[in-house]
């Protein structure tokens, strides 16, 4: 645990601490005890409140009315980017994450009837024939030390959430790059290239919105029964077709929301499976166990590390006075591991019942895709217990230099087959 207090408001924050330490659970610790609510002053990054414990989300997530997704954006900035610029690519093109109510349920609706688990449903034969597909592909490498992260965990979600936005394959890698780019903005590997940070902002948003808006176009002429046609083919309440900025924002959203998470949260069941490979052997044993393994895996890898709100008024929060125009952040990693939630916080254990946990968010922007991640992650395990024996770590892991979105870079590992 760093020591002073410049310190220990750069680990919570820094893409470069995360790259270096990934999440900051000592750091955690100790702001649940001592200062729950708590003032960040680090140099060139936006000041906040680091919101660490479960109860202090769960009320800020369920009052939209006064803590703004659409006020501020849901990332904290850094001082020198100017990313809340009105002809902003990402801010010219609305997605439900940052808009509030009313706006936000009318254009959540949108897509909610599609992510329903009676929605995904139809999902099933993509979401078995990937996982399938992708663990045949490892089983070629043998007992050779593979890169979990590059050869399963980003394939599973990609292949899906293509399938289901209509990518042709021959782009599947180059909207792998840009998702990549977008969420490891800071990271010297996998962010844009070029030191000018709104000109790679630009560009990213540029190619996106080739790459989305030629679907569209082809949807709104072929449609078929896929998310694609739905969205392209949306109309609103007032039975006006919906606008092809929220359109192409929620290809944007739905495929970036959905990719780099589940990508880490794969790798990190992984990575909790090499620490305690006796859960690996327990789930194995008895496969009832998947829907709490599960959400275990999500409680425990915490992909989305935070969501920022910007408080509309002054909010009275426990007993500190949260004042207008003040930007919250909260750590659902954190929260995750909150004592006063959770018995044996620090213990991974597939069949934890009555698992509370904030990796899905809370409330008015739960996560859309909530199902379809379950449902991605219990197939991919459903391969791999009835597949592999156990797995061995085949060296030190790397983290993605990325405060927002985050978890393992690279994971090698090898595996012993059934
Ligand atoms: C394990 C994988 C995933 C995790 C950990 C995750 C986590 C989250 C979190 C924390 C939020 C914000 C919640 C809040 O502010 O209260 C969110 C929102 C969202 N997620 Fe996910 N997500 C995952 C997978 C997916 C998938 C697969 C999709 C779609 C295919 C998706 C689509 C969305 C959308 C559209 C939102 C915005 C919802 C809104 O603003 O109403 N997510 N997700």
């Known amino acids: 645990m760093t020591t002073s207090p410049a310190a220990l408001d750069k680990a919570l924050i820094t893409s470069v601490e995360y790259g ?6 000592d750091e955690w610790r100790w702001l649940r005890a001592n200062d729950p609510i708590h003032w960040t002053d680090v140099d060139e990054i936006e000041n906040f409140w ?36 009105e002809d902003n690519p990402f801010n010219s093109m609305r997605v439900i994450i940052q808009m509030d109510p009313p706006d936000h349920r009318e254009f959540r609706k949108v897509a909610s009837g599609f992510f329903t688990p009676r929605g995904i449903k139809r999902l099933d034969e993509i979401v078995t024939n990937t ?56 990271d010297p590997d996998l962010g844009p290239p070029g030191d000018d940070r709104q000109a790679a902002a630009d560009l990213l948003g540029l190619q996106f919105y080739e790459l989305f808006n030629g679907i569209i176009e ?35 959203i739905v495929f970036n929301a959905g990719h780099d998470t589940t990508r880490h949260s794969l790798s990190g069941a992984v990575g909790a499976f090499l620490e305690h490979p006796e859960e690996f052997a327990r789930l194995k044993e008895d496969p009832s166990l998947m829907k709490t393994a599960v959400d275990e895996i999500v409680r425990w890898s915490a992909p989305v590390n935070y969501m920022k709100r910007t408080a509309l008024e002054d909010y009275q929060l426990d007993d500190v006075l949260i004042k207008k125009g003040d930007r919250v952040c909260m750590f659902y990693g954190a929260a995750n591991h909150d004592e006063e939630i959770f018995d044996d916080p620090d213990r991974f254990d597939v069949g934890r019942e009555h698992n509370r946990h904030l990796g899905f968010g809370w409330a008015e922007h739960y996560c859309l895709g ?12 459903e391969q791999m217990i009835e597949r592999i024996d156990s797995i061995e770590p085949a060296g030190e892991p790397t983290y993605t230099a990325s405060s927002f979105v985050h978890g393992y870079k690279t994971l090698p590992v090898t595996v012993s087959w059934a």
């Open 20 to 25: 270096a330490q990934s999440f900051p659970f």
């Open 218 to 252: 082809d949807r709104r002429a072929n449609p078929q029964d896929d998310l694609a046609s739905l969205l392209a083919n949306a109309h609103l309440e007032n039975g006006e077709p919906m606008g092809l900025i929220e359109t192409l924002g929620y290809y944007l």
């Open 50 to 85: 680091a919101i660490t414990r479960h109860r202090h989300i769960t009320e800020i997530s369920a009052r939209p009315d006064v803590f703004s997704n659409e006020k501020g954006n849901i990332v904290i900035f850094r001082e020198e980017d100017d990313f809340d610029r």
């Open 370 to 381: 909530a199902h379809l991640a379950k449902a991605s992650i219990a197939a991919l395990l």
């Open 131 to 186: 996982a399938t597909m992708v663990i045949d592909k490892l089983s070629k490498s043998g007992s050779d030390p593979v890169d979990f992260v590059s050869e399963v965990a980003q394939r599973h979600p990609l292949r899906v959430l293509c399938t289901i936005l209509g990518v042709p394959p021959e782009d599947e890698d180059h909207l792998l790059t840009l998702t990549s780019q977008l969420f490891a903005f800071d």
